[in-house]
């Protein structure tokens, strides 16, 4: 039986206690916030958890194996470092810290004290996600040319963090997680119609050595929510709506076919493509809550001492492009490299 | 009864002869295309009306009042300016001209030659965008935070414009005649995935003196036809969504109220936020064919010697835009300022 | 080069004109309507075809083939049989008649004078339908369970027919059209709200011999136009949505297994049903216009004296069913035998 | 703090734990299922309530107040009875019983013995049907001319109950709650594709002495879960759409004007009618959980010796239809009289 505590019980905290709390082969030990409301709430809808408000209650608790830690970003590296030092298995929020020298840093301190380091990228860990993952690298889409996330809806705005960093996180996960080929520079816009000066509103396209390029779209002031991505090959289409409740994922058999590659003639290019548009198809997804997989995983990882899906290097690539954003933003929208 | 000559007969062609041929007070007279077949096919269709190859024959007529213009973009310059110095009025297809500097000197020529001079921003003659325009104007949506245009499909490849002279100009028209503020700058990116090199998938953010912002996504190789812009007020939101047959625009009295702006304590600034979600409306519109409207409103300013709602100088603004997102697509997404 | 007159030139006339004119191999030489109105619409857009406010200008005209009707079905018998004696061969709109009596002796007569006879059932000739057919034919949803239409929309209010006459025509046609099996008996429920008395909302139940059972519901009061058909296979299930401009026709691979036909204990039934959920498919539809195939379609019967998909006795079924369904109207749904 | 016992712990038992759980004021203190896996699952999740597979354990709980049940239908009422006679208030599932006299026994010694019973019509308790209700007392639509339900999905089957008594028994409780007039009479006609010979699809046709009817579409295996009521009035028309996530209730500005009622020429009626298309309009519906509200209500009812919303009488009106319905079921589609 591992044992966990968790760090953080406030919008997405119970989330990961409900899933930790029905996994077989977990119990979820203790739970902490500042927050006693929340530490209430917590205490009414499981009374056997331990509650506390301090988080050295959780670490050094010698019975805990594992610590969930769901706090804002800025307190992830100094939280997963002392929980690393008290020889605990981390599982951390995305993004996985606010700098790339933080989780480089924690990395390295991850394997030197031999202890499980996985960052919460759920989306790869959705039924939804792994079944495009695998149509792609089954060949059947061919060479992608394109992926487009957009991600928008009212709220919530974050005090410490701006959209790209908060819901952009996301898409360049999913983006890292299917496709293998990573991008060497991106621009973003972006603009903050609060006080704070946090972007609410960004656009990224990433740049590629091949013919591929990407786009996502977050917005925290959209009056509807979408969670779309399309995924575009030179066999096969991929559109991915996460907002649907069974029909997710639909593959098009539609395209372009270049008819004659090596034919000079300009004016008459337009009838050297051709359209194909044939069938559509809903590949069934398992109903599974990918929380519940993560969940599961991270125990995996920690009982047969594997490396996560989603592990600090994971986290740490996710941080590298979204800092190259941040500088992109900041830089009027000017190409900035990235090294992931 | 205004006499119509119509050069190009493609694409789009027919729609402007049936169109004309259908309002009353104006007669198609006569059709020009090169290819014999297009031809044949508006012989058909419509057996009093002359056709030929040669624009000539259109332009010399002497029974001609107004000429229409549904060609290749690279040739909208040269048949304009020939038609007007033939006393023609002149109706040509969007984008107005290949380049600003085209634009303006079409205009001071029809300013002499005391010509109608209009071009076929379509969009300004739907129901749809009128509603939305005087939505904004009336103050309802209150300060306009963000334009979001997405406007993709699979095909038609142009084989003398990329996507962004062929489907953005749609949308920079849009913006322009609905919002009364002008951008200052633009950033684009896209990529080609076709030997001509012509970009087939493009970004452009476009930037504002206020705290508004406009992003415009056009793609070519879409699996599905998507043609929606949503605009963000600081009261209400609209989507139009140009698919939907009856439903095209959305009000949402959806938003955000920021509390206490003068609180410094960023830790709380979560809390200072209120979201706000109330009734959604969908505004009746008039079922009729923009091009229908666009046509009599050519015609109304031959008659009463107007100005077009989509004149010379609109046209002009429109083509100032496109060059400068030209011109950020071939600088790595560069910033570029725009003078429109 | 076969010439066409046609009789009736309402709301659908003029479509039927349009398709005949745009065939290869025929020629629409003479509308005759009672509205000069509807002919000068028509002399607008055709100049070259002949126009008459008397329909014998039509019948007796010698250089007529065939002659397509378009009028009140309270006229459809009169005129088909008139045409029939002048030796045309007839195209008729739905229903065939406004009696099974008249339309056996429709049938009867073009018998006689051997020439065609075809119904507007223009649903037997859409791509989606006959793709539906296809799959049931090919077994591969296995036993039909049930076909269920809706089919409703706001007006057109018809001043001599009812709802079902109408709108429930269309399924019937199609459900013959697609099953081998035929109805053995019906109940009908319905009501007017409007002085005539006409029935503007209506439900049909149609049971079969086997476990098929098929049930129609058509209102013209619908704030909505839903225009859709599911059919459950013990296999798999069907999905037509005829509102849908590209994706009309989705196949579920879904139903239930009965695990243990033999069991005896029902209060474990619950136990014994397995819901299996698997793939969605959308197969590709050819792009035609239905009405475009028809028109073919009776040519071709005419030139090579084939007997149409639609002909009378498809007419005739559809006519016993329709007289059904008002028998079990008029006596508060009472269960009606049909002998089709 | 009323203390509640539940009885059954399935499929639905569990949400009424949770709601009555996490409402303020009420104490879940025992459960009771005779299956051990479903209490097992509860200790899991709740370790403070006491767990027991006798229901004698519940209902001789001194210190139990009320009871809620949740077993099949046929338990009903000898359990409700028990319940009563042990003095405690009663909250039990819908339909409240297997037969009307039942019903009438239930709410007499309800009645007798002072104490509250409710039945779970949770339709009553959502604020999409009471936004509905308020709509049509308001006058807003008009007189009411028909009330259309589409209640479909796959599966589950209930193995001592037809589709009608588990599906059709919320679209009762909700044309009952939301319309004044009562139904005189009924057709209903349906089929079995399991050997248990329970209905899995029916359709009922509900008949008033006004120009009202209603229409109940059932279906246990539809490829797709819908739950759509359409409500049309001379006025104006709803939409609710369960299904969507937030925009689940339309009010469409639609209808027709009958322009000239005492014309008696039927030829040109078709003239006499107009169609109206306005704007449309989507209320903001409180996010509110119907249970949650419903187990409040409860709760109300007992400290403030309130009659329920949901009462004895709403419940055996609805029992009373239900049997009507099963009537003529299984007499071909007969009219059965309803006496609500």
Redesign the interface.
Known sequence: MIKIGIIGCGYWGPNIIRNFY?TDGTEVAICCDLNPDRLDFIE??Y??IKITEKYLDVLKDPRIDAVAIATPVSTHFALAKEALSHNKHVFVEKPICSTSLQAASLIDFSNKKKKVLMVGHVFEYTAAVNKIKEIIESGEIGNV??F?AWRVN???????INVIWDLASHDISILYYILKEKPL?L?A????????GMEN?A?I?L?FKS?L?A?I?V?W????KIRQI?I?G?KK?I?YDD?E?S?KV?I?????T?KN?NQED?????LQ?E?R????????LEPTEALRVECRHFLDCILNKRTPRSDGESGLRVVKTLEAAQRSLEN????EKIDV
Chains 1, 2, 3, 4 share one sequence.
């Open positions: 029905e009414k809808r009374p056997s040319f394109y487009n009212l709220g919530i705005f974050q005090h410490d520079s621009n816009t972006g603009i903050s119609h609060v006080k704070s509103i656009y396209t740049h013919n390029i786009h779209h917005n002031l959209s009056p509807v399309v575009g030179d289409m559109i907002i409740p029909e639909k098009y058999d539609k395209g372009i270049i590659k300009t004016l008459k290019a337009e493509i359209y548009s044939g069938d559509v198809y809903l590949p069934k009027h929208g000017r190409k």
